[in-house]
């Protein structure tokens, strides 16, 4: 079955940095376009970093770039995210999804994880 299970999330003051892990399983994890979500209380979720499935493309929400780094290692069936420089304002949950072959900035994804929250404190 498909997993995606993500984990690093934690309290952390502003300025800190974190970074997350998605572990995927019961897919080619490989031939997968990755993508980050997050969902802030109240809010919409919306788009925070992509990759294609070979690692030589990503994306950026403006929101974040320059701040975060999205990585994949297709050997560990893993996708990261390296967030620095963390704001109150990336308080949130955050998700791990999976796309068949190309990326998408929108939520046209495949599979989900069930998130890891992300707090930031000031």
């Known amino acids: 079955q498909v997993q995606l299970v993500e984990s690093g999330g934690g309290l952390v003051q502003a300025g800190d940095s974190l970074r997350l892990s998605c572990v995927a399983s019961g897919f080619t994890f490989a031939t997968y376009a990755m993508g980050w979500f997050r969902q802030g209380p109240g809010k919409e979720r919306e788009f925070v970093a992509a990759?294609?499935?070979?690692?030589?493309?990503?994306y950026y929400a403006d929101s974040v770039k320059g701040r975060f780094t999205i990585s994949r290692d297709n050997d560990k069936n893993t996708v990261y995210l390296q967030m620095s420089s963390l704001k109150p304002g990336d308080t949130a949950s955050y998700y791990c999804a999976a796309r068949s072959y190309y990326p998408k900035l929108d939520d046209d994804y495949d599979y989900w994880g069930r998130g890891t929250q992300v707090t930031v404190s000031s």
């Open positions: 990759i294609s499935a070979g690692g030589t493309r990503t």
